[in-house]
């Protein structure tokens, strides 16, 4: 797997500030394709790095589309994840350069949802027959409203 690197040189930020806007492909997140959420664009990247007496700080956006299935439904979703974050670096080590690329791989994986879902009004999945209730309603609650639940052994417990 290709080592993505955002290097930051210390000699140039005692001069100027660093401005900095840039793209890598999928790879850079270092996630896996397992089927359940996957990454289909570049993950762009802007930030403005900044030489302060105590360290060095970075403020800046990240942003990439994910693609998988709506927890509730299970319907293909898309979504955009975006960050703003600064970081403060104070321990800045002896050499030259600090790579930052980690800190914004953190800080995009941090962005990302939970759960994707197709909509905030979606009604997922009947637990009993399986139906998509956004599209079909099903009779399932009204015909068994006691029927026994696979949760119902949860509320045994103490």
């Known amino acids: 797997m290709k ?7 210390l000699a140039r930020l005692e001069k100027e500030n660093i401005i900095t806007e840039d793209s890598f492909d999928a790879d850079f997140l270092e996630l896996e394709n397992d089927g359940i959420l996957s990454v289909i664009s570049p993950v762009t990247f ?8 105590s ?9 990439v589309t994910i693609s998988g299935e709506c927890g509730r439904c299970l319907a ?46 979606c009604k997922g999945l009947c637990p009993h027959c399986g139906i998509n209730l956004n599209r079909k309603s099903c009779k399932c609650a009204d015909s068994a409203p006691d029927a026994p639940s696979p949760w119902d052994a949860l509320d045994q417990l103490k």
């Open 3 to 9: 080592k993505y690197q955002i290097k930051l040189s």
């Open 46 to 53: 802007k930030f403005e790095a900044q030489l302060h007496a």
């Open 76 to 121: 293909p979703v898309e979504e955009t994840v975006s960050t703003e974050y600064t970081l403060f670096l104070d321990e800045l080590g002896s050499g030259d350069e600090i790579d930052i690329a980690d800190d914004i791989r953190e800080e995009l994986l941090l962005a990302f949802p939970a759960n994707i879902i197709c909509d905030e009004e």
């Open 55 to 63: 360290g060095v700080v970075i403020r800046g956006n990240a942003t």
